[in-house]
């Protein structure tokens, strides 16, 4: 199947920083790229959703000032926690569609803010 | 909007045994259902991809079955192994350009 990559795969930061996450896809064009987090034991929850050069669509009660996400390219989409206090711990997983075919999941990123 | 619900939330059966997993949707108009397991930590592993034109899929000891009418689909492990202890995911995905929606997903121990 198709590739999706994260980076980083893991980050511990500061509370009040910022932090950048980085989605790509290796071998295929992403038109739509989602953004999910989980966190401990619970299931994906879905934050927004990416089309190539468009602004991202939030989903209800997710701060698109806090993440910021940008999908300026076909393979590759960043989502920025901004002032990232402790309860933005979690675990962020992207995941990138070409067209009407299968979505792809990267192997996600593990914030920790202390 | 679309709900799915994972049912049990955890199992904990001995090697050796069949089981089923069983997952429901509200929305019957899907594009696709998966299966994915997720071992603690870590991403997601697609295990079976069944489109809604489908009623099954099966790979190695894994049967995944669809009825899209009812909102249903089961997740058949053969000959459980301890290896296959880890989260199972059950995702719907519905018509258009939406994105997966996941239960909560049954945690399986497969004690040896």
């Known amino acids: 199947g198709a590739v999706v990559s994260q980076h980083p795969s893991r980050v511990i930061c500061k509370s009040g920083t910022s932090v950048k996450i980085e989605c790509r896809s290796l071998?295929?064009?992403?038109?739509?790229m989602f953004w999910y987090r989980q966190f401990p034991k619970k299931s994906l929850m879905l934050m927004a959703t990416?089309?190539?050069?468009?602004?991202?669509?939030?989903e209800q009660g997710v701060e698109k000032d806090k993440f910021l996400i940008n999908h300026a390219s076909l393979t590759l989409s960043t989502l920025t926690v901004t002032s990232a206090h402790p309860e933005d711990s979690s675990f962020y997983i992207c995941?990138?569609?070409?067209?009407?075919?299968?979505?792809?999941f990267g192997p996600g990123t593990r914030l920790t803010v202390l | 909007k679309q709900e799915v619900t994972q049912i049990p939330a955890a199992l904990s059966v001995p090697e050796g045994e069949n089981l089923v997993l069983n997952c429901s949707f509200t929305d019957s108009a899907i594009y696709n259902l998966q299966w994915f397991r997720q071992d603690p930590g870590k991403g997601l592993t697609s295990l079976l991809l069944i489109q809604s034109s489908q009623r099954e899929q099966t790979s190695g000891r894994l049967n995944a079955s669809l009825d899209k009418s009812s909102g249903r689909s089961t997740l058949y492990i053969a000959a459980s192994q301890p290896g296959d202890s880890a989260t199972y995911l059950c995702a719907v995905r519905g018509s258009g350009n939406t994105p997966l929606v996941f239960g909560k997903g049954t945690r399986l121990s497969v004690i040896a």
């Open positions: 990416s089309n190539e050069g468009s602004k991202a669509t939030y």
């Open positions: 071998d295929f064009q992403a038109t739509t």
């Open positions: 995941s990138a569609r070409e067209g009407a075919l299968q979505q792809f």
